[in-house]
Nanobody, 122 residues
């Protein structure tokens, strides 16, 4: 019913930049918070950045000052701009969004994208 499609993952050198995109489509009445998570092999999934429907943001300490998150509500799209990339940023990055399918629903459902690989290496 609702699908999140991610794009932008790539192989990049340390110090480089990438911009990830995630577009939500399908039966959507409204979108609440949107976020980016990442998971490296053998590690737990962690929150990277989050943006509310009012535009408030928060970031993991490890990416603060290097990453920015933004959203384009008419396109139901969230972006993650990643600068000054480090090898430890290597992970599968997942898009997350709270979505209300119908106006009479009182709660948002949590949706996840398929993940996109980001590899930072020389």
């Amino acid at each position: 019913q609702v699908q999140l499609v991610e794009s932008g993952g790539d192989l990049v050198q340390p110090g480089g930049s990438l911009r990830l995109s995630c577009a939500a489509s399908g039966r959507i009445f409204s979108v609440n918070a949107m976020a980016w998570y990442r998971q490296a092999p053998g590690k737990q999934r962690e929150l990277v950045a989050r943006i509310t429907n009012s535009g408030s943001t928060n970031f993991a300490d490890s990416v603060k000052g290097r990453f920015t998150i933004s959203r384009d509500d008419p396109k139901n799209t969230v972006y993650l701009q990643m600068n000054s990339l480090k090898p430890e940023d290597t992970a599968v990055y997942y898009c997350n969004a709270g979505i209300k399918e119908y106006p009479w629903h009182t709660a948002f459902r949590d949706y996840w994208g398929q993940g996109t690989q980001v590899t930072v290496s020389s």
